[in-house]
């Protein structure tokens, strides 16, 4: 019982405020009037030029109201009449001049000189070079 009278006096919700983004534009009385009376027959591109808003600020209003718009039906695709089929000409291709590849002249190697010499040392491995010290900056 004590549940049913809790239930009884239970005060009715109060609606609460929509919470709009900081600077956002306010929805007056007139551009929702403007938006009913459009909706139903222009596009929401053309409703947002009419009341300077972004388009999807005026399909957010019209959700919020319940608008719809009304369902178009497809029409029907008309008939087309039987064509009599007419072989095409293919336009003319133009055979282009066919070139004959380059012949290559064999080069003619000439033997390798070496210098014993002249050899290059090995390559040191990176954790074995050693590393400039590094200079300390005078301050002025």
């Known amino acids: 019982m004590a549940r049913a009278k ?3 006096k239970a005060k009715p919700r ?3 405020a929509a919470k709009t ?3 956002a534009k306010v929805w007056t009385a007139a551009d929702v009037a403007t ?3 459009m909706y139903k027959t222009s596009t929401n591109k053309s409703i947002a030029r009419t009341l300077r808003r972004t388009v999807g600020s005026v399909a957010a209003k019209a959700r919020s109201l319940k608008l719809r718009k009304p369902k178009v039906k497809k029409k029907a695709a008309p008939k087309k009449a039987a064509k009599r089929r007419v ?3 293919k336009p003319a291709k133009r055979k282009a001049a066919k070139r004959k590849p380059a012949k290559r002249k064999a080069a003619k190697r ?3 000189k070496r210098k014993a010499a002249k050899r290059k ?3 040191r491995k990176a954790s074995a ?5 590094a200079r300390s900056r005078k301050k002025r």
């Open 35 to 37: 938006l009913r009376k």
């Open 14 to 16: 109060k609606k609460k």
């Open 21 to 23: 983004r900081k600077g």
């Open 87 to 89: 072989a095409k000409r």
């Open 6 to 8: 809790r239930k009884a």
């Open 129 to 133: 070079r050693k590393r400039p010290k």
């Open 110 to 112: 000439k033997p390798a």
């Open 121 to 123: 040392p090995a390559k």
